[in-house]
């Protein structure tokens, strides 16, 4: 049992350094949104291997919390940037170049359609 209990913990350090290096380089917002989600993952685990090498239940409480947390801050992530897309946030491509428009409206028509509002597959 104690093997098993060092091999565990050592991944789970192992494990939270690299969510640590995530979190720490991002690039992106979404990026550490993650990285901070999954760190709390991390946590959690500890927290439940924990309890179940000293065998003491008082901390299944915290467990609860911490997964209230980690739900609630990735919703919290994700509606934020929901928001700030459609604010018009940051719209940078692949490459890392700003771009103005979308490639779909760069041309001033999108491809396929003559325009027609009642049905945009069929020519007038």
């Known amino acids: 049992m104690d093997v098993i209990l060092v091999i565990v913990a050592t991944l789970l350090i192992i494990s939270g350094v690299l969510v640590s290096v995530r979190l720490a380089l991002g690039p992106t917002t979404l990026d550490r949104g993650v ?22 239940p008082y901390y299944l409480p915290v467990l609860l919390v911490l997964s209230f947390l980690g739900f609630t801050g990735s919703v919290g992530i994700a509606r934020f940037m929901a928001l700030r897309d459609e604010a018009g946030g940051e ?22 359609t003559d325009g027609s509002v009642d049905d945009p597959g069929r020519a007038l």
């Open 35 to 56: 990285a901070l989600d999954a760190l709390v993952a991390v946590v959690m685990a500890g927290v439940g291997v924990w309890t179940a090498a000293e065998r003491v």
């Open 91 to 112: 719209n940078i491509d692949e490459d890392g170049a700003e771009r103005t428009e979308s490639p779909e409206h760069a041309s001033g028509t999108v491809a396929g």
